[in-house]
């Protein structure tokens, strides 16, 4: 291949890498936002949740991100997949065990509305995070 050859070649792809990089500022997910956050699951009108732990190759919740009735309670279980995890609430409401134990559960009754950010903090910098925001039943 000559210089020339190269350098187109070199070029062409540039361009391409470029493109499809061009493509991926500001995709939207399916069901998610501009940032790539997923959309929030309605789970309103239910008395209990679950939310399996380690999920998705094992370093993710699901759902992550739920909207939920006030009294209601949100069982995490643990799939077994991706290590040790934990569910800590960033504010201080709740927090479970460490524990690799395929099945394993943790519950938290959601009394008063608000919105409560979780992590696994051994996998938080992978992105194993979730919300929980509690509304007020209306009747």
Request: hydrophobic share 40%.
């Amino acid at each position: 291949m000559t210089d020339r050859t190269r350098r187109g070649a070199l070029a062409g792809a540039g361009a391409v890498a470029a493109a499809a990089l061009a493509g991926c500022i500001g995709a939207v997910v399916p069901g998610g936002d501009e940032e790539g956050d997923p959309k929030p699951i309605d789970r309103t009108g239910e008395g209990r949740v679950t939310v399996a732990v380690g999920a998705d190759a094992g370093f993710a919740f699901a759902p992550a991100n739920l909207v939920v009735d006030a009294g209601t309670t949100v069982v995490w279980e643990w799939t077994g997949a991706g290590g040790v995890h934990n569910v800590i609430d960033r504010g201080g409401a709740f927090e479970s065990e460490l524990t690799s134990e395929g099945g394993h559960t943790f519950e938290h009754a959601f009394a008063d509305p608000g919105v409560f950010e979780y992590v696994c903090t051994p996998h938080q910098t992978r992105g194993m995070e979730g919300t929980v925001e509690v509304v007020e039943v209306v009747e």
